[in-house]
Protein backbone atom coordinates (compact mmCIF):
# COMPACT_ATOMS: atom_id res chain seq x y z
CA UNK A 1 0.00 0.00 0.00
CA UNK A 2 1.11 3.11 -1.22
CA UNK A 3 0.96 5.89 2.05
CA UNK A 4 2.36 9.32 2.77
CA UNK A 5 2.96 8.32 6.42
CA UNK A 6 5.45 5.35 5.71
CA UNK A 7 7.00 6.39 2.03
CA UNK A 8 10.54 7.47 1.95
CA UNK A 9 11.30 10.79 2.59
CA UNK A 10 12.62 11.97 -0.89
CA UNK A 11 11.33 11.17 -4.29
CA UNK A 12 14.59 9.65 -5.64
CA UNK A 13 14.65 6.88 -2.42
CA UNK A 14 11.22 6.20 -3.54
CA UNK A 15 12.07 5.72 -7.02
CA UNK A 16 15.18 3.42 -5.78
CA UNK A 17 12.59 1.30 -3.93
CA UNK A 18 10.00 0.47 -6.43
CA UNK A 19 12.64 0.32 -9.21
CA UNK A 20 14.03 -2.75 -6.80
CA UNK A 21 11.10 -3.88 -6.66
CA UNK A 22 9.38 -3.84 -10.72
CA UNK A 23 13.00 -5.36 -11.48
CA UNK A 24 12.44 -7.87 -8.70
CA UNK A 25 9.33 -8.80 -10.73
CA UNK A 26 10.40 -9.50 -13.98
CA UNK A 27 9.11 -5.95 -15.73
CA UNK A 28 10.18 -6.01 -19.14
CA UNK A 29 12.59 -3.35 -19.51
CA UNK A 30 12.40 -1.59 -16.56
CA UNK A 31 14.48 1.21 -17.71
CA UNK A 32 12.10 2.33 -20.32
CA UNK A 33 11.00 6.00 -19.56
CA UNK A 34 9.09 8.03 -21.93
CA UNK A 35 10.70 11.32 -22.09
CA UNK A 36 8.72 14.50 -23.47
CA UNK A 37 10.13 17.72 -24.48
CA UNK A 38 8.57 20.85 -25.77
CA UNK A 39 9.20 22.54 -29.23
CA UNK A 40 9.82 26.31 -29.85
CA UNK A 41 6.04 26.66 -30.84
CA UNK A 42 5.30 24.83 -27.23
CA UNK A 43 4.46 21.28 -29.23
CA UNK A 44 5.22 18.78 -27.21
CA UNK A 45 7.21 15.66 -28.34
CA UNK A 46 7.85 12.25 -26.34
CA UNK A 47 9.75 9.08 -27.11
CA UNK A 48 11.28 5.98 -24.75
CA UNK A 49 14.55 6.00 -23.52
CA UNK A 50 16.79 4.01 -21.36
CA UNK A 51 17.36 5.36 -17.27
CA UNK A 52 21.30 4.43 -17.34
CA UNK A 53 21.83 6.15 -13.80
CA UNK A 54 19.76 7.40 -10.61
CA UNK A 55 21.43 8.87 -7.86
CA UNK A 56 20.78 12.11 -5.52
CA UNK A 57 21.08 14.48 -8.01
CA UNK A 58 18.37 12.97 -10.24
CA UNK A 59 17.81 10.51 -13.25
CA UNK A 60 20.32 10.24 -16.27
CA UNK A 61 19.93 9.16 -19.68
CA UNK A 62 22.18 9.54 -22.62
CA UNK A 63 21.47 11.06 -26.63
CA UNK A 64 22.73 12.04 -29.37
CA UNK A 65 22.66 16.45 -28.89
CA UNK A 66 21.76 17.06 -32.20
CA UNK A 67 18.79 14.94 -32.34
CA UNK A 68 15.14 16.19 -32.13
CA UNK A 69 15.04 15.76 -28.37
CA UNK A 70 18.82 17.08 -28.00
CA UNK A 71 17.48 20.09 -29.69
CA UNK A 72 14.52 20.64 -27.77
CA UNK A 73 16.36 19.72 -24.77
CA UNK A 74 19.02 22.65 -24.93
CA UNK A 75 16.25 25.19 -25.91
CA UNK A 76 13.78 24.28 -22.89
CA UNK A 77 15.49 22.62 -20.63
CA UNK A 78 11.95 21.96 -18.61
CA UNK A 79 11.05 18.10 -19.40
CA UNK A 80 9.21 15.14 -18.11
CA UNK A 81 9.89 11.81 -17.28
CA UNK A 82 7.07 8.89 -17.22
CA UNK A 83 7.61 4.92 -16.17
CA UNK A 84 4.44 2.73 -16.51
CA UNK A 85 5.18 -0.86 -14.81
CA UNK A 86 2.39 -3.27 -15.50
CA UNK A 87 3.63 -5.63 -12.94
CA UNK A 88 3.45 -4.53 -10.35
CA UNK A 89 1.02 -2.03 -11.25
CA UNK A 90 2.83 1.21 -11.13
CA UNK A 91 3.19 4.45 -12.62
CA UNK A 92 5.88 7.51 -11.72
CA UNK A 93 5.88 10.63 -13.07
CA UNK A 94 8.86 12.97 -12.78
CA UNK A 95 9.01 16.88 -13.65
CA UNK A 96 12.20 18.41 -13.66
CA UNK A 97 14.83 20.09 -15.74
CA UNK A 98 17.80 18.62 -17.66
CA UNK A 99 21.42 19.55 -18.06
CA UNK A 100 24.49 18.12 -18.78
CA UNK A 101 26.36 15.35 -16.75
CA UNK A 102 29.91 16.20 -16.52
CA UNK A 103 31.91 15.05 -20.12
CA UNK A 104 34.18 12.86 -18.42
CA UNK A 105 30.64 11.11 -16.55
CA UNK A 106 29.52 10.74 -20.37
CA UNK A 107 33.15 9.82 -21.52
CA UNK A 108 32.89 6.59 -18.95
CA UNK A 109 29.52 5.63 -20.00
CA UNK A 110 30.10 5.69 -24.00
CA UNK A 111 33.23 3.20 -23.17
CA UNK A 112 30.88 0.54 -21.43
CA UNK A 113 28.31 0.11 -25.00
CA UNK A 114 28.90 -2.30 -27.31
CA UNK A 115 31.81 -1.38 -30.36
CA UNK A 116 28.93 -1.28 -32.80
CA UNK A 117 26.64 1.12 -30.69
CA UNK A 118 29.56 3.50 -30.72
CA UNK A 119 30.16 3.66 -33.97
CA UNK A 120 26.31 4.03 -34.71
CA UNK A 121 26.39 6.87 -32.80
CA UNK A 122 28.78 8.79 -35.12
CA UNK A 123 26.97 7.31 -38.35
CA UNK A 124 23.83 8.08 -37.67
CA UNK A 125 22.47 11.80 -37.61
CA UNK A 126 19.56 11.32 -35.53
CA UNK A 127 16.23 12.54 -36.39
CA UNK A 128 17.75 13.89 -39.70
CA UNK A 129 16.10 12.06 -43.27
CA UNK A 130 18.10 9.93 -44.68
CA UNK A 131 17.29 8.81 -48.51
CA UNK A 132 17.22 4.88 -47.30
CA UNK A 133 18.72 1.98 -45.38
CA UNK A 134 21.89 1.56 -47.72
CA UNK A 135 22.85 5.27 -47.03
CA UNK A 136 22.62 4.52 -43.36
CA UNK A 137 25.14 1.51 -43.75
CA UNK A 138 27.18 2.98 -46.11
CA UNK A 139 27.87 5.39 -43.38
CA UNK A 140 28.25 2.43 -40.79
CA UNK A 141 31.11 0.90 -42.96
CA UNK A 142 32.62 4.50 -43.34
CA UNK A 143 33.06 4.66 -39.72
CA UNK A 144 34.28 1.13 -39.15
CA UNK A 145 36.60 1.90 -41.60
CA UNK A 146 37.85 5.13 -40.27
CA UNK A 147 38.15 3.50 -36.40
CA UNK A 148 39.66 -0.07 -37.91
CA UNK A 149 41.65 -1.06 -34.97
CA UNK A 150 41.35 1.98 -32.95
CA UNK A 151 39.41 2.73 -29.98
CA UNK A 152 35.51 4.67 -30.83
CA UNK A 153 35.93 7.57 -28.81
CA UNK A 154 32.99 9.42 -27.93
CA UNK A 155 31.65 11.82 -30.92
CA UNK A 156 31.06 15.40 -29.18
CA UNK A 157 27.36 15.59 -29.93
CA UNK A 158 26.65 12.38 -28.24
CA UNK A 159 26.73 12.95 -24.32
CA UNK A 160 24.38 12.78 -20.81
CA UNK A 161 21.31 14.63 -19.52
CA UNK A 162 20.55 14.61 -16.28
CA UNK A 163 17.11 15.08 -14.75
CA UNK A 164 16.86 16.99 -11.32
CA UNK A 165 13.54 16.06 -10.50
CA UNK A 166 11.25 19.18 -9.13
CA UNK A 167 7.79 17.33 -8.97
CA UNK A 168 7.47 13.59 -8.83
CA UNK A 169 4.16 11.10 -8.29
CA UNK A 170 3.94 8.02 -7.81
CA UNK A 171 0.70 5.91 -8.51
CA UNK A 172 -0.23 2.38 -7.45
CA UNK A 173 -3.48 0.81 -8.77
CA UNK A 174 -6.28 -0.19 -6.33
CA UNK A 175 -9.77 -1.84 -7.02
CA UNK A 176 -12.60 0.20 -7.98
CA UNK A 177 -10.60 3.02 -9.32
CA UNK A 178 -9.30 4.11 -5.78
CA UNK A 179 -5.88 4.36 -6.95
CA UNK A 180 -3.07 5.94 -4.72
CA UNK A 181 -1.36 8.86 -5.68
CA UNK A 182 1.50 10.38 -3.80
CA UNK A 183 3.32 13.41 -5.06
CA UNK A 184 6.87 14.77 -4.19
CA UNK A 185 7.01 18.61 -4.56
CA UNK A 186 10.35 20.38 -4.03
CA UNK A 187 10.00 23.35 -1.20
CA UNK A 188 13.40 24.77 -1.27
CA UNK A 189 15.85 22.01 -0.03
CA UNK A 190 12.90 19.83 1.36
CA UNK A 191 9.95 17.62 -0.57
CA UNK A 192 6.38 18.28 0.20
CA UNK A 193 4.93 15.06 0.72
CA UNK A 194 0.73 15.02 -0.22
CA UNK A 195 -2.05 12.40 -1.56
CA UNK A 196 -3.90 13.06 -3.82
CA UNK A 197 -7.22 12.14 -5.76
CA UNK A 198 -7.38 9.62 -8.16
Do not use: C
Amino acid sequence: MLDESTVQPDPVSQFRLWFDEARNANQPEADAMTLSTVSEAGRPSARVVLLKTVDERGFVFYTNRRSRKGRELEAYPHVALTFWWHVPDRQIRIEGTSEHVPEAESDAYFSTRPRESRLGAWASEQSEQVVDRKELERRFAVMEQEFEGKDVPRPPHWGGYLVRPERVEFMERRPGRLHDRIVYVRAGAEWKIVRLSP
